[in-house]
């Protein structure tokens, strides 16, 4: 189901830094997960980072130390702050938010374009 708005996508210099925000309707409840995967041309899409609603967070190792995820529970946003851009961090970002409960809902954004070069 596509229902998250990403925004904050845009074309960087290697060394710069972006922030991309996802915003789920607020009738979407009980959300575990929320995050950001990524896809390059010609890749399959790639979990960037994650965070639970209690504040665990796990990255891609290709990440570590350049992005930080935060979530804002009250009003069902992640955030995902990227530095120190890499020409290999271009791709179409996608947002992610996900209910364990049954049925288990999965939810996506349309995706937000990031592309890193000199």
């Known amino acids: 189901q596509v229902r998250l708005v990403e925004s904050g996508g845009d074309s960087v210099q290697p060394g710069g830094s972006l922030r991309l925000s996802c915003a789920a309707p607020?009738?979407?409840?009980?959300?575990?997960?929320m995050g950001w995967y990524r896809q390059a041309p010609g890749k399959q899409r790639e979990l960037v980072a994650t965070?639970?609603?209690?504040?665990?967070?796990d990255f891609a190792d290709s990440v570590k130390g350049r992005f930080t995820i935060s979530r804002n529970n009250d009003k069902n946003m992640v955030f995902l702050q990227m530095n120190d851009l890499k020409p290999e961090d271009t791709g179409v970002y996608f947002c992610?938010?996900?209910?364990?409960?049954?049925?288990?809902?999965?939810?996506w954004g349309e995706g937000t374009r990031v592309t890193v070069s000199s």
């Open positions: 965070v639970t609603r209690g504040g665990t967070r």
């Open positions: 992610n938010a996900e209910i364990l409960t049954v049925p288990r809902t999965i939810y």
């Open positions: 607020e009738d979407i409840v009980d959300i575990y997960i």
